[in-house]
């Protein structure tokens, strides 16, 4: 098993099938997951754009899957997802729908908070919205965004077992 589908187990997960993929998403209890993919609509990565490059203020977007793509593997501390040393976040902490996501600095503010939902997307507390790709669109170097948590499949995320 490749270190980016090494999945340390939690008490509950739940098994979602979306997009043709099955796999597990997060429960919302602390789950651990380390360097896995999150795979969104039409079965992109989420993915920071700029192959790696990782400097604050980076889009986050869909983007074919790549086994060697650091950018694409995540981890989730309970509250948090990282990859390549930084951390997914709502731009300037906005909360209103259409706000951009891009890669800075961990911080621990509000902009940085995630939780798994049940129906198989992510939400930001803060904002009280969730991972979204605009109007769904599945094309590479999508921005991903906060919208109002729909249960669409413009936000619904698996991470493959």
Not at 7 to 32: D, M, N, R
Not at 85 to 109: E, I, P
Not at 132 to 139: K, N, Q, Y
Request: aromatic share 4%; with cysteine.
């Amino acid at each position: 098993m490749t270190r980016a589908r090494k999945v340390l187990l939690a008490a509950t997960t739940l098994t979602v099938v979306a997009f043709g993929l099955a796999g597990t998403i997060w429960p919302a209890s602390a789950a651990t997951v380390v360097g896995n993919t999150i795979i969104g609509p039409g079965g992109k990565c989420v993915d920071i754009s700029g192959d790696d490059t990782g400097v604050n203020g980076t889009a986050a977007q869909l983007w074919d899957c790549q086994a060697t793509a650091a950018d694409q593997h995540w981890t989730w501390s309970g509250t948090a997802l990282t990859t390549i040393g930084r951390c997914l976040d709502v731009t300037s902490g906005g909360t209103a729908n259409g706000t951009k996501l891009q890669l800075w600095d961990c911080n621990n503010t509000g902009a940085q908070q995630w939780a798994a939902q049940a129906d198989g997307s992510i939400k930001n507390p803060q904002s009280g919205r969730c991972i979204d790709s605009p109007s769904g669109a599945t094309a590479n170097g999508t921005r991903l965004q906060i919208w109002d948590c729909n249960a669409t499949n413009a936000q619904r995320v698996t991470v493959p077992a």
